[in-house]
């Protein structure tokens, strides 16, 4: 079963970025891989996904603020997150799915990773 290893969280001010990376430890060719995030109290929630080939979906309370990216030669993923606000906070998770709907759907077939998390003060 693939792995992946999330890094790149922190805390940050409102107004500002951060970028995420997400490493598998195989090439997903063919396969989507997704970020996730779970706030304190609240179920984990959809944030992004794209597929290998560059198919992209967004939760509509990102979009126009993160960016999904992937290096097809690191087997990463990226997620450029800017204007962050409070409600952003979260320790933030990636995994992967056979296809970018069953990512948004949360279908995923991968371990989760360990998260990392991002702070995001007002």
């Known amino acids: 079963q693939a792995r992946v290893v999330e890094s790149g969280g922190g805390l940050v001010q409102a107004g500002g970025s951060l970028r995420l990376s997400c490493a598998a430890s195989?090439?997903?060719?063919?396969?989507?891989m997704g970020w996730f995030r779970q706030a304190p109290g609240k179920e984990r929630e959809f944030v992004a996904t794209i597929s290998w080939y560059g198919r992209i979906l967004y939760a509509e309370a990102v979009e126009g603020r993160f960016t999904i990216a992937i290096d097809n030669t690191k087997n990463t993923v990226y997620l450029d997150m800017n204007t962050l606000q409070p409600e952003d906070t979260a320790v933030y998770y990636c995994?992967?799915?056979?296809?970018?709907?069953?990512?948004?759907?949360?279908?995923?077939?991968?371990?989760w990773g360990q998260g990392t998390q991002v702070t995001v003060s007002s």
């Open positions: 195989s090439a997903f060719s063919g396969y989507a």
């Open positions: 995994a992967l799915s056979r296809n970018t709907d069953a990512s948004r759907n949360g279908k995923i077939i991968s371990s």
